[in-house]
Nanobody
Framework: QVQLVESGGGLVQAGGSLRLSCVLS????????MTWYRQAPGKQRDLVAG???????NYADSVKGRFTISRDNAKNEVYLQMNSLKPEDTAVYYC?????????WGQGTQVTVSS
């Protein structure tokens, strides 16, 4: 059974940093494109950053220059380094794994940025 588990969320002051992690189990991690999404209360779930199977990354305009996505295929893990955090980054952050046939989601981890 495929599972994704996020960790690393928490409370941080504006301007601070957090590093989120997501571990996949039950399948071959290297065959999935990995994406971080976030959802604030009453808001749509939006793409934050994605990384494909060869390591090419893309970012939402709102986080470019501040966030970095990376993956370690040997550890079945994807990361989101978040720097210069803003209150508007406050949301539940979700890890997604997708390939041609499957689409999996983690349970989410809360990120709260205080002003």
């Amino acid at each position: 059974q495929v599972q994704l588990v996020e960790s690393g969320g928490g409370l941080v002051q504006a301007g601070g940093s957090l590093r989120l992690s997501c571990v996949l189990s039950g399948s071959m991690f290297s065959m999935y494109a990995m994406t971080w999404y976030r959802q604030a209360p009453g808001k749509q779930r939006d793409l934050v950053a994605g990384i494909n199977i060869v390591g090419s990354a893309n970012y939402a305009d709102s986080v470019k220059g501040r966030f970095t996505i990376s993956r370690d295929n040997a550890k079945n893990e994807v990361y989101l380094q978040m720097n210069s955090l803003k209150p508007e980054d406050t949301a539940v952050y979700y890890c997604n794994a997708r390939n041609y046939a499957s689409d999996y989601w983690g349970q989410g981890t809360q990120v709260t940025v205080s002003s």
